[in-house]
């Protein structure tokens, strides 16, 4: 009798100890093996550091529009992102199908200022596409931001001219046909990135054009899908 209440006493403490650890797993946002799921690596990251005024007057807008005139705009850290892709690869031509509030524009933006190239973002809200031209303006970006206002699935096809990356932040379910549209265009070596590449949203079309052509190499991180058309 004794030694069953010692069992039962034991395998309690054991049941609470397990309890306790996979829920400050969880409440951590961490897996049970210990290691960060997903943002989990941000966190070794700092706020930028601005290297001049332009640049921090940017980042001031940056943080204006998200504690303002936020409409579904990417975390920071993918506006970082888009930011060190492009002006790492010296991009001069980058669409962007979402604009919103301009949050990941103004990213490219600051890119491209360096790198001499331009943005051309849509957007199908006139609201949100009114909002977005004031933050270009106000960031000095008019002449490295192009704004079009209206559907992207027909307004695209006026596109001529080989594109650096595509950034792909609309419909979801449109993603298959702005890539057909505009694969054609990516030059070799050039990027397509698309938001909101998760099991709940991404459009399997899309996911199955991404990872089954020959031609492209793709990779899925938080969230990003990051294609490649190979050279
Ligand atoms: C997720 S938000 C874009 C966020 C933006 N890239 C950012 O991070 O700041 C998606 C936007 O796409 C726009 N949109 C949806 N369908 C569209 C279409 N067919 N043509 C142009 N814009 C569209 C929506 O109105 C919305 O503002």
Redesign the pocket.
């Known amino acids: 009798m004794e030694r069953t209440l010692k069992t039962i006493v034991i395998v309690g403490i054991v049941a609470i100890g397990i309890s306790g650890i996979l829920l400050s797993n969880a409440l951590a946002g961490r897996s049970g093996r210990g290691i960060p799921d997903g943002q989990g690596d941000s966190d070794l990251e700092k706020p930028p550091v601005p290297m001049d005024e332009n640049e921090k007057k940017i980042l001031g807008i940056l943080d204006d529009i998200r504690a303002n005139q936020s409409?579904?705009?990417?975390p920071p850290q993918?506006?970082r992102f888009l930011r060190i892709t492009a002006e790492s690869m010296n991009a001069k031509n980058v669409i962007?199908?979402?604009?919103?509030?301009?949050?990941?524009?103004l990213w490219f933006g600051m890119a491209l200022q360096k790198t001499g190239g331009k943005l051309t973002t849509?957007?199908?809200?006139a609201q949100?596409a009114a909002a977005a031209r004031a933050n270009f303006n106000r960031a000095g970006m008019a002449d490295t931001i192009t704004l079009v206002e209206?559907?992207?699935?027909e307004?695209v096809t006026k596109l001529k001219d080989p594109i650096d990356i595509l950034?792909l932040?609309?419909?979801k379910e449109?993603y298959i046909d702005y890539l057909t549209k505009l694969l054609p265009l990516i030059r070799p070596g050039g990027l397509i990135i698309a938001?909101?590449i998760n099991p709940q949203m991404a459009d399997p079309k899309y996911m199955e054009a991404i990872t089954t052509n020959p031609n492209l190499e793709t990779i899925v991180r938080s969230g990003v899908g990051l294609t490649l058309k190979k050279r």
Do not use: K, M, P, Q
Request: proline share 0%; net charge negative; charged share 30%.
């Open positions: 409409y579904r705009n990417v993918d506006g962007e199908i979402g604009t919103s509030t301009g949050y990941s524009g849509y957007e199908i809200d949100r209206g559907d992207a699935h307004e950034f932040d609309a419909d449109g938001h909101n």
